[in-house]
């Protein structure tokens, strides 16, 4: 296995478009690194920049010790696994996991070792005679991922593998791809437009937006303390929410103010954002982070937005609320299913705010951030 180093890579297609803009990144050995965002944010363009599937404009990639620019996809060392599985349908699954090593000409004691290893690993030794036809979707990825596990290659490059596949058999791959990368010690580049998928397969998540990242961080760090407008929308089901409104300063304190509703911010924060005073701001704030009475973390007098409820939606063990707040802001909170709540309903929104986020309405930058979370960001 060895590291990955992308320098300042670019791709600039022809005609001009950017597909990947100064793409800088250092991927440690074993590390599970995930590239998430938008259909066009450039992450597969990345991908394939590694693989060699696709030519960088300007930049260099890195394979271990080696510079990789001008060798050929199948001189670097790694094995993708692609989106559709790309299996050969006329071979069984043991000659789809066996042809790559018979093109590199390895013994045949070798390969029939390697194939039945990785077959066990995955648990398809049963499907070894079978051709791709004969196998359910999940059956195929397995095949796909044990093609590249025989190779056993520096690095392991997956293009949104489980996208094809159904809600629950997309679960279950996560676990079994989570399961297999501990086992193998494996360096693997990721890439998927799930955010589910981002947050639990990742050691680090790389999120990127129109060609360029935006964040590089763990993703329980990414996910609370999002440097961004586009990160903190991005990432979180459903939504973070966003209201507008402008800061003041009133009697020693910061308040964010929406309407003629007004929040107090907490005093650490209001010291990082005190040179906004008097300017529109947007304050961030995560559904779960509003809660529907003045107790425990959402206590306190001056944390409550007025709200009411338009659509209430029962999820078994919770629900997801909608309110339109001050000024007809749209807002969605997480109740607990056994809080009594009704369309057209008065609500007080109680914020945690100690779980809040001020964006800059110029730069989407989050103002609210402590400097170690900065510095720590990418």
């Known amino acids: 296995m060895a590291d990955v180093r992308l320098e300042n890579v670019t791709k600039v297609f022809p005609g001009g478009t950017t597909a990947v803009d100064g793409f800088t990144l250092d991927i440690a050995n074993q590390e599970f690194i995930v590239l998430v965002g938008p259909s066009g944010c450039g992450k597969s363009t990345t991908l394939r920049m590694v693989a ?3 030519e960088i404009s300007s930049g260099t990639i890195r394979i271990g010790n080696r510079v990789v620019n001008d060798v050929p996809p199948k001189d670097r060392d790694i094995a993708m696994v692609f989106q559709n ?40 030794e049963n499907l070894l005679e079978r051709k791709p036809k004969a196998l359910s979707g999940g059956q195929r990825q397995r095949v796909a991922v044990g093609r590249a596990i025989v190779r056993q290659p520096q690095a392991f490059l997956f293009d ?24 193998l010690q494996t360096t693997v580049i990721y890439v998927t437009h799930d955010q589910a998928e981002a947050m639990t397969l990742g050691d680090r998540v790389v999120v990127m937006n129109e060609g360029k990242i935006q964040q590089v961080a763990p993703p329980l760090e990414i996910y609370d303390y999002p440097v961004n407008r586009f990160v903190a929308g991005f990432l979180g089901t459903p939504a973070m929410n966003f ?61 409550v937005l007025p709200a009411t409820v338009r659509v209430v939606e029962p999820l078994g063990d919770e629900q997801i609320v909608h309110l339109a707040g001050p000024t007809d802001a749209a807002m969605i909170c997480k109740l607990d299913a056994h809080v009594k709540v009704g369309v057209d309903q008065r609500m007080d929104a109680h914020l945690d705010l100690d ?17 170690e979370h900065v510095a720590h960001a990418s």
Do not use: W
């Not at 000659?95 to 194939?115: Q, S, T």
């Not at 629950?168 to 297999?180: C, G, P």
């Not at 779980?355 to 400097?371: A, K, Q, V, W």
């Open 243 to 303: 209201v507008a409104g402008r800061l003041a300063a009133s009697n020693g304190s910061v308040l964010f103010e929406v309407g003629s509703s007004q929040i107090r911010l907490p005093q650490a924060v209001a010291k990082r954002v005190q040179a906004y005073v008097g300017k529109p701001m947007t304050l961030g704030v995560r559904p779960e982070d509003i809660g529907y009475s003045a107790a425990g973390k959402f206590a306190g007098p001056d944390n």
């Open 85 to 124: 599985y790309a299996l050969y349908p006329h071979m069984t699954v043991y000659k789809n996991m066996a042809f790559g090593l018979k093109l590199r000409r390895f013994p045949k004691d070798e390969i029939d070792r390697r194939v039945r290893e990785a077959a066990k690993i995955l648990g398809i």
């Open 355 to 371: 779980r809040i986020h001020l964006f800059d309405d110029p730069t989407g930058c989050n103002i609210s951030l402590e400097p």
């Open 160 to 183: 949104e593998p489980l996208s094809n596949l159904d809600a629950k058999l997309r679960v279950e791959m996560r676990a079994e791809l989570k399961r297999l990368h501990h086992r």
């Open 52 to 54: 060699g599937l696709e």
